[in-house]
């Protein structure tokens, strides 16, 4: 068979940490819960978030509590010229002969000045002197460059974006500071093991009208090129597509190509307001989508090693961030873009894949600390359910390996585990057409409003009393009825099924 892999779009991104597609995809595009992004940075332990610091080293001097204190006052003051807008405030606490720091800070400022931030803080952990041993970082030591007055900051970054952060983003960075006439000045910053936008390179932030939107320099060079209108049952190909044995299919129509900064804005608005249109307005409603430049660049982000980076390829979109504690809600939620992978999508993929995305984020702001578990069918039908509304792809089109899979041996006994959506470890397109269409069926048979009611209250008491609060069925009931929804909805080639 020569299906796309359009359901594949799910598995590039999805909650639990894994990443989803969407059709149209390979592995890349269908919803994202991912939970990468562990309040880590140059700490100095991995588990504080950071090897960078001197995790397991041997130990160096403490600074007496008067220069932490100074450090402190500077850091201080440097986030208050942030908050303030003061670009000579921000880069005055720079020590003057640290150039190639001063340029990486310049550029910093470029992108958190245009940052809505409501909140950007440093606190100081502690502050510990070079030395020429084991006990220093090797970035540290190199830095100093045998400045006696050289001394390591260990300091906790708290920061919020405003409309996407109900609480702090927390990231911990190891700073080199150094004593001059003027006071304390930084000289360099370690190597985040979790950095941000900004740490990578030059950004560029656009403030849509339902989104912030931060691209990476090289990622939105090229101007957007003009798209001529897919065919339903290709509007969410790629232009390499799969075929189901994971060649290349002859037939793949044009890519939508890559898209400008303000190109990238427009499908976040767009995706957003598509999401309200399912989810409702109780969510963050301000997304916050990341764009950076290239597969390496998106394992940096998701706090893997540039190894890794060659695994991502497939990778459409991610959504990552912490997961709720505390009774608190999930924070630092983030759609982060794979732009090769995504430039390779038509236009309508990339509809499909953001408002997937965006839907997993809108439920995860639903879900504080102790909420049931939602089984990832339900999580990643909901987004695919949201993401192919309206979008004008058949069935057909959508769930081709499923089909495939109806057609010869009959429908699934049953509904796919947690297991199967885990693409690191073999999930198939066939799991995510399987949640999918178990949700358009829900949202057909009982009505749409019923489908995130059944989200909401699987969210509050768990599934097996969701199901029979809202639609009083059982578990087994409901599959029943999806495996009869599968043998009429996947009927025979002459006839073709209605669009998503």
């Known amino acids: 068979m020569t299906a796309v892999v359009l359901a ?14 969407a059709a149209g995809a390979p592995a890349g595009a269908r919803g994202s ?10 700490g100095r332990s991995s588990a504080a978030g950071g090897a960078a610091g001197g995790a397991g080293a041997a130990a160096v001097p403490v600074a007496a509590p008067a220069r932490v204190a100074a450090v402190q006052r500077l850091l201080d003051s440097r986030a208050a010229a942030l908050r303030a807008r003061d670009a000579s405030g921000w880069l005055s606490a720079l020590d003057p002969s640290a150039t190639g720091f001063a340029d990486r800070q310049a550029v910093a400022w470029q992108a958190l000045s245009r940052l809505p931030l409501s909140r950007w803080s440093w606190h100081v952990d502690d502050l510990q002197a070079v030395d020429s041993g084991t006990g220093t970082p090797q970035w540290a030591r190199d830095a100093a460059d045998g400045d006696a007055s050289a001394a390591v900051a260990h ?10 952060d109900d609480s702090d983003v927390v990231r911990r960075r190891a700073l080199l500071v150094v004593q001059r006439a003027e006071g304390e000045l930084l000289r360099a910053q370690g190597p985040a093991d979790l950095p941000d936008p900004w740490d990578l390179g030059p950004v560029q932030v656009v403030l849509g009208a339902r989104s912030t939107v931060i691209v990476a320099g090289s990622a939105s060079a090229a101007a957007p090129s003009p798209a001529a209108a897919p065919s339903p049952a290709a509007a969410l190909t790629p232009a390499a597509a799969q075929t189901s044995g994971g060649g290349p299919s002859p037939a793949a129509p044009p890519s939508g190509g890559p898209l400008t ?33 290239d597969a390496a660049g998106l394992a940096a982000l998701l706090g893997r090693s540039p190894a890794a980076a060659g695994s991502l390829s497939s990778l459409a979109a991610v959504t990552t961030g912490l997961p709720a504690q505390g009774g608190a809600l999930p924070t630092g939620t983030r ?16 509809g499909v894949v953001l408002a997937h995305e965006l839907t997993h984020v809108a439920t995860r702001d639903a879900s504080a600390a102790g909420a049931a578990a939602v089984p990832d069918w339900l999580s990643e039908g909901v987004a695919d359910y949201t993401g192919y509304r309206g979008a004008g792809v058949g069935v057909d089109a959508a769930a081709a390996e499923l089909l495939a899979d109806v057609r010869a041996s009959g429908p699934p006994a049953s509904l796919p585990g947690d297991a199967a959506f885990d693409v690191q470890e073999g999930g198939s397109p066939q799991s995510y057409e399987s949640a999918w269409l178990a949700c358009r069926m829900v949202a057909q048979r009982y009505g749409q409003p019923a489908l995130v009611e059944l989200y909401r209250r699987t969210q509050a008491d768990g599934l097996p009393a969701a199901l029979r609060a809202v639609l009083g069925l059982d578990p087994a009931e409901l599959t029943a009825q999806w495996r009869s929804y599968l043998t009429r909805v996947l009927r025979p080639a002459a006839s073709p099924a209605p669009p998503a």
């Open 155 to 164: 300091v906790v970054l708290r920061y919020r974006i405003a409309g996407a």
């Open 261 to 293: 900064a303000a190109g990238w804005s427009a499908l976040a608005d767009r995706a957003a307001a598509k999401v309200d249109e399912v989810w409702g307005t109780g969510w963050a409603r301000r997304p916050v989508v990341v764009v950076p430049a």
């Open 33 to 42: 819960g991912g939970t990468s992004g562990a309040p880590g940075g140059a």
């Open 335 to 350: 759609v982060v873009v794979n732009p090769d992978e995504f430039a390779s999508l038509s236009p309508a993929g990339r």
């Open 8 to 21: 594949a779009l799910a598995l590039a991104g999805c909650s639990g940490g894994e990443p989803s597609r």
